[in-house]
């Protein structure tokens, strides 16, 4: 094997790979919002600083200042615009810093975006990005965090629950270049999450070839026979750990990494569940209306009959994050929190 | 031909242009709301009776490849860019042969074949996809300008002024149309407004004027110089046009609980259509003949509209979960 067939990238950087991929290959990719340019492109500054920095390191070198548009503060008005260019021609990446952001921009995604394509009658497409970041910060990492209730939310459920948005969630460099390319490829709105404590930390296997990873399909990543936990992004490499924990229990997890939250593949969980017969969800998004709960309903109506125990659902609390890294280290599940699950599931 | 006749015979194809759309809303709105009262179920609608100089003045200034983007109450916006009055018509009926195929009703017509980037009733929020339409001519160079309406309710709100800075940053072509009638449902402008509309255009580096949106030709004229500005890359504008509705705030509003029969005779007094038509014969550009004819051919056309809409298919139960997601094989707006 060469060096080039085994060369890996962060996570960061296979993102900015599929982007600068997309942006080559199709002229109409465009990529807005606030700092993506850091303030480049004009003449004394080539290149992006700071922390966005590496959000789009670059880019604006290559593709220039029409391309890669720098936003005022104005998240209403550019993610308006980007619907207003996917409308007319464009396929726009609107980059909201954090998805706690959305209160300021939400009429455009959920009443505007969302919605064209099935209220004009299927006449417009509505081929835009929604590229966001979520998460707290988890009790093993020392970097970031600290963000508090504001800026350290993960509340993805709030965009899964609105009919005519896709919503991806990757968990590795892999999935998330090949997730964010069929997103910028795909011709209707899908909001693309990136974990905030992936970032230059992560590190796997990349093809440097432009390669699509299936929107809609959950994956099975680890096999097992005695439960299914599934996992949303930095959730799912979190179950992977657990489940490696209980196999020094003699119990065989299986991990399903679910990927996309809508449209969900109740299918790959459900046929999971149906051979491990056991099923526990994990979310770092509060419980109530939250994907894990979703996730649970859905496996409980399609596939009780597998079930011989209650599902359990991993979330974070019901509460906001707290900045103290004291009790933020607590706010996200943690392995410790999916093996107590598990245990108490065999319990019952 | 000297380029004075020239200019003068563009202004009369404009005017009789301007005539001609002013006449087909006013009789598309007067029909409609015939159908209402006598019990047509046509949901949410907000009649644009009384301001059709705003969107046929604008209109009139704009080419067939140019965009807008529109109000709750679109339906005289549809017409002037050119949406065909039988699918409109069809829409209210909710009938698959309708411009959204009934899934939109009055508040979300839309026709991107003729620019007509939908009726919009989250107010404000068709203002930030005029800035986005700018984007996509700058960028794909397609030379199209995009006038964005909205009302005078809409100054308030923060999506119409991130619109404005981010179109004069970006020097975009886009032409923003206030469309002041005086009322935001029963909050009189006078009271919601801070300072005047217009000098909010010098607050964002635009031009910005005030203009009698009862007179198609003033609107015209601002529009055209506003598209002229923009098709030349010199930027966005702002036009106030100082209009009236002469009917309730919606289907279901009596206007009289908050404006005086005294101010609404005023406005009629100033009707737009008649003034147009005064301006035609009195100065030799139209017959009256020729202005009655038009306005027979139209109601005709409205009854047209009308049989097209009731022999329409209703829509059937499955497409209730049709279009939810955009798939592969969808055209796009190009």
């Known amino acids: 094997m060469s060096s080039q067939n085994v060369r890996e990238l962060t996570h960061t950087l296979a993102i900015l790979e599929a982007i600068r991929l997309e942006m080559r290959s199709d002229p109409s990719v465009i990529l807005l919002g606030e700092d993506v340019a850091g303030g480049a492109g004009r003449d004394d500054k080539p290149e992006p600083e700071g922390w966005f920095a590496a959000r789009g390191r670059g880019l604006i070198a290559e593709f220039g200042p029409d391309r890669i548009i720098d936003t005022p503060i104005a998240e209403m008005g550019f993610v308006g615009a980007a619907v207003g260019a996917a409308m007319t021609g464009l396929r726009p990446i609107a980059d909201l810093s954090f998805i706690d952001l959305i209160g300021v921009c939400y009429d455009q995604i959920i009443n505007q975006a969302a919605k064209m394509h099935y209220m004009m009658g299927g006449q417009v ?12 910060r988890p009790n093993v990492t020392t970097h970031g965090g600290g963000a508090a209730a504001q800026h350290s939310q993960t509340m993805y459920s709030v965009l899964a629950h609105i009919p005519g948005l896709k919503v991806v969630v990757p968990s590795t460099p892999y999935n998330a270049k090949g997730l964010l390319i069929s997103a910028i490829r795909d011709n209707g709105p899908v909001v693309f999450l990136e974990n905030r404590f992936f970032g230059m930390g992560a590190v796997e296997h990349v093809p440097e070839e432009a390669y699509t990873v299936e929107i809609g399909k959950a994956k099975i990543v680890r096999r097992g026979r005695h439960v299914t936990i599934a996992g949303i992004g930095r959730m799912t490499r979190v179950a992977l750990d657990a489940a490696e924990r209980l196999a020094a229990e003699n119990i065989d997890a299986e991990v399903v990494d679910v990927l996309t939250l809508a449209p969900l593949d109740e299918d790959t969980i459900v ?9 526990v969800v994990v979310d770092e998004d509060t419980p109530t209306c939250s ?7 859905r496996v409980a109506d399609k596939a009780f009959d597998y079930l011989q125990a209650p599902i359990k659902t991993v979330t974070a609390p019901e509460a906001p994050v707290p900045f103290s890294a004291a009790l933020e280290r607590f706010y996200a599940p943690n392995a410790d929190a999916i093996i107590a699950a598990v245990r108490a599931q065999e319990g019952e | 031909m000297s380029s004075d006749e020239r200019l003068a015979d563009l202004s009369t194809e404009k005017k009789r242009f301007m ?5 087909l809303i006013r009789q598309f709105e007067e029909r409609l709301k015939r159908l209402v009262d006598t019990g047509l179920p046509v949901g949410a ?22 965009w807008i983007t529109s109000t709750h109450r679109g339906h005289g916006h549809c017409i002037a860019k050119g949406v065909d009055v039988r699918p409109m ?10 411009t959204n195929r009934g899934k939109g009703g009055s508040m979300h017509i839309t026709d991107v074949r003729v620019g007509m980037l939908g009726v919009n009733p989250i107010v404000g ?14 960028i794909l160079k397609t030379g199209a300008v995009t006038a964005s309406f909205f009302g005078d309710g809409a100054t308030s709100i923060g999506a119409v002024h991130e619109s404005m800075n981010l179109a004069a940053i970006w020097n975009l072509p886009v032409v923003f149309v206030c469309e002041n009638n005086g009322y935001a449902q029963s909050t009189p402008a006078e009271y919601a407004i801070a300072g005047s509309i217009a000098a909010r255009g010098a607050a964002y580096g635009m031009p910005g004027e005030s203009v009698d949106g009862q007179d198609a030709i003033a609107v015209w004229a601002a529009a055209d110089r506003a598209a002229r500005r923009a098709r030349a890359g010199q930027g966005p504008s702002l036009i106030e046009c100082r209009t009236y509705r002469y009917h309730g705030h919606s289907t279901s509003d009596n206007p009289l609980r908050y404006r005086t029969t005294g101010e609404q005779d005023q406005a009629l007094a100033r009707d737009c259509i008649v003034r147009m038509r005064d301006h ?27 049989a097209f809409a009731e022999k329409g298919p209703l829509p059937e139960p499955g497409e209730l979960t049709t279009d939810v997601y955009v798939t592969a094989q969808n055209g796009g707006a190009r």
């Open chain 2, 89 to 98: 018509m069809a829409e209210l009926f909710g009938k698959t042969n309708g």
């Open chain 1, 291 to 297: 994907m894990a709960r979703d996730i649970a309903a």
């Open chain 2, 125 to 138: 929020a068709g203002t930030p996809h005029a800035v986005g339409a700018g984007l996509s001519a700058k």
């Open chain 1, 125 to 136: 497409d509505m081929p835009m990005v929604l590229r966001t970041t979520y998460g707290a």
């Open chain 2, 19 to 23: 005539f001609d759309r002013m006449v």
């Open chain 1, 271 to 279: 046929e999971s569940v149906s051979r491990t017969g056991r099923l």
């Open chain 2, 280 to 306: 035609l014969v009195s100065n030799g550009l139209a017959t009256t003949e020729e202005l009655d004819r038009i306005e027979a051919a139209h109601r005709e056309l409205i009854e047209e509209a009308v």
């Open chain 2, 45 to 66: 609608a907000h009649y644009y009776i009384g301001e059709e100089a705003v969107a046929a003045g604008v209109c009139a200034a704009l080419e067939p490849g140019d």
